[in-house]
């Protein structure tokens, strides 16, 4: 008899790490940010104290990666954003986009994500997460950070490049990165997306 794949709806979902998601999307927030070796150490640090409770080792990490990776064993942590944010550009970061994301269930689901007694195991949250409508405010906002744009026609393509721009994830959250001749330059460029934000926001809550 063949073994059968492991199935979301009836197997127990795996329990050899810990599962809250609070939990997971902190070391999410704390991965994607690690780009010096003191920030990789906290990581490592992060996981082997609250994930792990333990030494991650060659014996473990493999299972680490498919535990965080909701059972795909074969991508790395990267990869799995991609796939889950779509291809190119970063889409999501829970930091920058936390009042958002909190919104998107509240309004889909009904699930106040701030609720303390609230117990929702990481693979539960990722798939509720990938299952948000298409329609909601984060899920528009993901697509025009990420969608390919050279398969948009040139009137389309110009109108995702401006909101690309108003809606880019801050450089340490994996944004694109600016570089400012002076300090009057970055202000500039501040009150600029401020201001783009707030026209793009009128535009929207007009009938």
């Not at 959250?173 to 600029?192: E, M, N």
Request: charged content about 25%.
């Amino acid at each position: 008899m063949h073994e059968l794949p492991f199935c979301f709806l009836t197997d127990p979902l795996p329990q050899e790490f810990a599962t809250d998601f609070r939990l997971w999307i902190t070391y999410d927030n704390l991965a994607a940010r690690a780009g010096t070796p003191e920030s990789q150490q906290v990581v490592q640090d992060y996981a082997q104290q609250h994930l792990v409770h333990g030494p991650l080792t060659r014996d473990n990490v493999d299972a680490f990666i498919r535990f965080y990776s909701c059972g795909e064993a074969e991508q790395t942590t990267q990869q799995r954003k991609v796939q889950l944010l779509g291809s190119g550009p970063r889409g999501l970061d829970f930091a920058a986009d936390g009042p958002l994301l909190w919104a998107a269930f509240w309004q889909t689901y009904g699930i106040d994500l701030h609720e303390p007694g609230l117990s929702l195991h990481w693979w539960e949250f990722m798939a509720l997460l990938q299952a948000l409508p298409e329609e909601c405010r984060l899920c528009r906002i993901i697509d025009y950070r990420t969608h390919d744009l050279a398969e948009l026609p040139k009137a389309t393509r110009k109108e995702y490049e401006k909101l690309r721009k108003i809606y880019a994830l801050p450089e340490e959250a994996g944004g694109p990165q600016h570089r400012y001749a002076s300090w009057a330059d970055r202000k500039a460029a501040i009150l600029a997306r401020k201001q783009a934000l707030n026209a793009r926001k009128t535009a929207e809550e007009t009938p």
